[in-house]
Structures are given as C-alpha cells and as structure tokens.
C-alpha cells in the first residue's frame, strides 16, 4: 500500500513539522501551499490521506481555500472516501461546523502536538478503506 500523505499549509514551518513527523513513521509526505494545487496533487499521488489548513491562498470562490479543496475532494467520486484531516488555527465553531458538514474527517487546531497528529492520521488511514480504483503496483499477475 503507497503511504503517501497530501499537505496543503501556508506555513511552511508546519510543512517542515509534519513532514518530519510523518516521515519518521515511514509516510512519505507531499506538501504545497495553494488549495487547489492539493487537489490537483491528490489526483495525481492518490495518497492515503490529506491534510489541509483552513484559511490558505487558492479558494476562487466563498469558500476559504481549505474549505474549498476539501469539498472538490468530497465531492468527487473517485476522492469522496479519502480521509481528510484539517490542521488549522481557525477555532470559529462555524467553521469547524463547516468543515464537518463538507466532509471533514478529523478537525485538529494548531498548535498541536506531531505525535498525537501522526496518531490520528494513523487511525484515518485505517479506518478508511480507500483503494484507488486501479490494482497497486505490487499486485501479482497471474496467467494461464
């Protein structure tokens, strides 16, 4: 199973944070600072999980950019079950409220503790049972 995980922040300190926190746990961790460019890098990866940041640059819309990668991710079929975490500072009930009713799995505020993070992100993962809809690469063919 590819353990390839999206983060989409602004913050590049963050970035650094959980790609090192991730990355001991053996995930390999892909990271940009635009909304849309995580959706485009989730249909290209097709990780295990995303992460997005709220309040981020690339919404083009009512939306924070966050909050509209996460429904581009939740409204399409193929990215609908993939487990989505938002890390943000944003601690407005409404938008917590928001994010779960876009399709939020997990909702973490910052600061935050990377082990408690990669915990949760494990959980997500587990408890997912997204399967991207080819054969994984270490699939055996057999022939007759």
Same mark, same amino acid.
């Given at each position: 199973?590819?353990?390839?995980?999206?983060? =989409?922040d602004d913050d590049p300190i963050?970035?650094?944070?959980?790609? $090192?926190? @991730?990355? $001991? +746990?053996?995930? %390999?961790? *892909?990271? %940009? %600072?635009?909304?849309?460019?995580? #959706? +485009? @890098? #989730?249909? +290209?990866?097709?990780? #295990? +999980?995303?992460?997005?940041?709220?309040?981020?640059?690339?919404?083009?819309?009512?939306?924070?950019g966050g909050l509209a990668a996460?429904?581009? *991710?939740?409204?399409?079929?193929?990215? =609908?079950?993939?487990?989505?975490?938002? @890390?943000?500072?944003?601690?407005?009930?409404? *938008?917590v409220m928001q994010a779960m %009713?876009?399709?939020?799995?997990?909702?973490? &505020?910052?600061?935050?503790?990377?082990?408690?993070?990669?915990?949760?992100?494990?959980?997500?993962?587990?408890?997912?049972?997204? &399967?991207?809809?080819?054969?994984?690469?270490?699939?055996?063919?057999?022939?007759?």
């Amino acid at each position: 199973m590819q353990r390839c995980i999206v983060i =989409a922040d602004d913050d590049p300190i963050i970035i650094s944070l959980v790609k $090192l926190r @991730l990355g $001991l +746990a053996r995930y %390999t961790v *892909i990271a %940009t %600072t635009d909304a849309m460019a995580a #959706v +485009a @890098l #989730v249909r +290209a990866k097709e990780p #295990v +999980a995303v992460i997005l940041d709220v309040q981020m640059p690339g919404g083009g819309g009512p939306l924070p950019g966050g909050l509209a990668a996460l429904a581009k *991710i939740k409204t399409d079929p193929l990215m =609908a079950k993939l487990p989505v975490m938002m @890390l943000t500072g944003e601690r407005n009930p409404e *938008i917590v409220m928001q994010a779960m %009713t876009e399709g939020a799995d997990d909702y973490m &505020v910052k600061p935050f503790k990377p082990d408690i993070l990669l915990e949760r992100i494990s959980r997500l993962v587990k408890s997912s049972g997204m &399967v991207w809809g080819h054969a994984p690469a270490s699939a055996t063919t057999w022939e007759l």
